[in-house]
């Protein structure tokens, strides 16, 4: 169990993501990597830097990164159009600017 | 021969510009831009261009602590870099300038710095064929005061660096491109160093307004922020820099006061050492950090780290 729970934790999240460009021409992203460590990233700029977990079952996506004096935001991912794209939901997190920011984004998979 | 030199010296800026804009269609409102920002036709005397202070080979930043515009005049301010303002919130040091097409504008008309009234400056442009063809091209107008602006800002929003050491480590995740100094370096920036409370983002700025303790009401007393906003809490504050081509952009903070990286690791590894009677500053300062000699080295080679590859020597 704990296995196939690994290889899925792995194949759902791990790898590149990236919005469309924003009206301004901005693309956000983020490498989620097989270690849950992520490195977060605007316009090929690295960001942030951090660890997470993620739970298949309930989606739910919990991370900590080098900004919001290492506050925990909690939320859950809305994977869709056959696990390609996926957008955030908060539950938790009390860093008001990551908040802002998360709760607009929409990033597809880099294949 | 001064003059031949200073001739040379225009154009290698304006070749080296040029090349920096991804379009070298004239249609593209950045190659206008390129040329305008070089060009002292936007000067009093016509000895100024934006690119005299803000130099391309210094990351648009200069190596002065203030900067000379016309007739010698000395400016209040170091020069900040014109690179990588394309995520940024506000501009200038006390972030008077709420957009990049405003601040373009603003350095034209200071007398300390190219001291033309800006419809000077647009009935040069006007009468110069060049100029009055560009402009047509580009904007389906003569020059105006807002296109003179968007013209400039498109330029400098095509001086983005995303190509650093430390970039090809974290983005491209090649743990190859950085030394362990480097590494270690940037968990002291996350960490015990504090940076991140300030530096935090793509360009290494959070983009606020911090009193790192460089006011005292004395000799240091350009209030910053203040002078904008009004309030008391803003006294002593300026706009955090970006810590990108930071290791080719000396001197550093607001009034060019520290000459050397390691003198800012310095300054703020003891705020107080430095200016023991600031007034009003932030209170991630208020103590020592206690770097050692090995960490301040990690955290200054971190720094280097962030140099994108167009300025390796």
Same mark, same amino acid.
């Given at each position: 169990?704990?296995? @196939?729970?690994?290889?899925?934790?792995?194949?759902?999240?791990?790898?590149?993501?990236?919005?469309?460009?924003?009206?301004?021409?901005?693309?956000?992203?983020?490498?989620?990597?097989?270690?849950?460590?992520?490195?977060?990233?605007?316009?090929?700029?690295?960001?942030?830097?951090?660890?997470?977990?993620?739970?298949?079952?309930?989606?739910?996506?919990?991370?900590?990164?080098?900004?919001?004096?290492?506050?925990?935001?909690?939320?859950?991912?809305?994977?869709?159009?056959?696990? #390609?794209?996926?957008?955030?939901?908060?539950?938790?997190?009390?860093?008001?600017?990551?908040?802002?920011?998360? @709760?607009?984004?929409?990033?597809?998979?880099?294949? | 021969?001064?003059?031949?030199?200073?001739?040379?010296?225009?154009?290698?800026?304006?070749?080296?510009?040029?090349?920096?804009?991804?379009?070298?269609?004239?249609?593209?409102?950045?190659?206008?831009?390129?040329?305008?920002?070089?060009?002292?036709?936007?000067?009093?005397?016509?000895?100024?261009?934006?690119?005299?202070?803000?130099?391309?080979?210094?990351?648009?930043?200069?190596?002065?602590?203030?900067?000379?515009?016309?007739?010698?005049?000395?400016?209040?301010?170091?020069?900040?870099?014109?690179?990588?303002?394309?995520?940024?919130?506000?501009?200038?040091?006390?972030?008077?300038?709420?957009?990049?097409?405003?601040?373009?504008?603003?350095?034209?008309?200071?007398?300390?710095?190219?001291?033309?009234?800006?419809?000077?400056?647009?009935?040069? @442009?006007?009468?110069?064929?060049?100029?009055?063809?560009?402009?047509?091209?580009?904007?389906?107008?003569?020059?105006?005061?807002?296109?003179?602006?968007?013209?400039?800002?498109?330029?400098?929003?095509?001086?983005?660096?995303?190509?650093?050491?430390?970039?090809?480590?974290?983005?491209?995740?090649?743990?190859?491109?950085?030394?362990?100094?480097?590494?270690?370096?940037?968990?002291?920036?996350?960490?015990?160093?504090?940076?991140?409370?300030?530096?935090?983002?793509?360009?290494?700025?959070?983009?606020?307004?911090?009193?790192?303790?460089?006011?005292?009401?004395?000799?240091?007393?350009?209030?910053?922020?203040?002078?904008?906003?009004?309030?008391?809490?803003?006294?002593?504050?300026?706009?955090?820099?970006?810590?990108?081509?930071?290791?080719?952009?000396?001197?550093?903070?607001?009034?060019?006061?520290?000459?050397?990286? #390691?003198?800012?690791?310095?300054?703020?590894?003891?705020?107080?050492?430095?200016?023991?009677?600031?007034?009003?500053?932030?209170?991630?300062?208020?103590?020592?950090?206690?770097?050692?000699?090995?960490?301040?080295?990690?955290?200054?080679?971190?720094?280097?780290?962030?140099?994108?590859?167009?300025?390796?020597?």
């Amino acid at each position: 169990m704990a296995i @196939l729970f690994s290889i899925t934790t792995k194949d759902t999240l791990t790898g590149r993501w990236e919005s469309k460009p924003s009206e301004q021409g901005n693309i956000i992203g983020v490498v989620f990597k097989a270690d849950n460590s992520f490195e977060g990233y605007v316009n090929k700029k690295p960001f942030a830097s951090g660890t997470y977990t993620f739970n298949p079952v309930d989606s739910i996506f919990s991370f900590v990164d080098n900004g919001c004096d290492g506050r925990r935001g909690i939320y859950k991912i809305m994977l869709y159009s056959n696990s #390609d794209s996926l957008r955030f939901e908060p539950l938790s997190d009390s860093c008001e600017a990551r908040k802002s920011g998360m @709760l607009r984004l929409v990033m597809g998979r880099v294949k | 021969m001064k003059q031949y030199i200073f001739i040379l010296a225009i154009m290698m800026t304006t070749l080296f510009i040029s090349a920096t804009v991804i379009n070298n269609d004239l249609k593209d409102k950045a190659v206008l831009g390129a040329l305008l920002f070089a060009d002292p036709i936007l000067s009093k005397d016509h000895t100024v261009s934006c690119a005299s202070c803000h130099k391309p080979q210094y990351a648009f930043a200069d190596t002065s602590a203030v900067s000379n515009g016309v007739a010698g005049k000395k400016g209040v301010r170091n020069t900040p870099t014109a690179m990588n303002l394309r995520l940024g919130r506000s501009f200038f040091w006390d972030g008077r300038a709420k957009t990049l097409e405003e601040q373009a504008l603003a350095p034209i008309e200071n007398p300390d710095e190219m001291n033309l009234p800006l419809e000077e400056a647009l009935q040069r @442009l006007r009468k110069n064929k060049k100029y009055k063809d560009y402009f047509l091209t580009v904007f389906n107008s003569e020059p105006t005061k807002k296109n003179l602006g968007e013209a400039i800002a498109a330029f400098e929003r095509t001086l983005e660096t995303s190509e650093s050491p430390f970039d090809n480590w974290k983005f491209s995740d090649d743990s190859n491109a950085v030394s362990g100094a480097v590494k270690r370096g940037f968990v002291i920036f996350n960490e015990k160093g504090k940076c991140v409370k300030c530096h935090f983002g793509a360009d290494f700025t959070a983009n606020e307004f911090r009193n790192i303790g460089l006011f005292n009401g004395k000799n240091l007393n350009d209030s910053g922020r203040y002078v904008v906003t009004g309030w008391a809490e803003d006294i002593g504050r300026f706009k955090t820099a970006s810590l990108r081509n930071i290791a080719i952009t000396a001197p550093y903070m607001h009034n060019g006061i520290l000459k050397t990286l #390691d003198e800012v690791i310095d300054f703020y590894n003891d705020t107080k050492k430095i200016v023991p009677n600031a007034v009003n500053k932030d209170t991630v300062l208020l103590h020592p950090l206690g770097l050692t000699k090995q960490e301040q080295k990690d955290l200054k080679a971190f720094l280097f780290s962030l140099t994108d590859k167009r300025f390796k020597k």
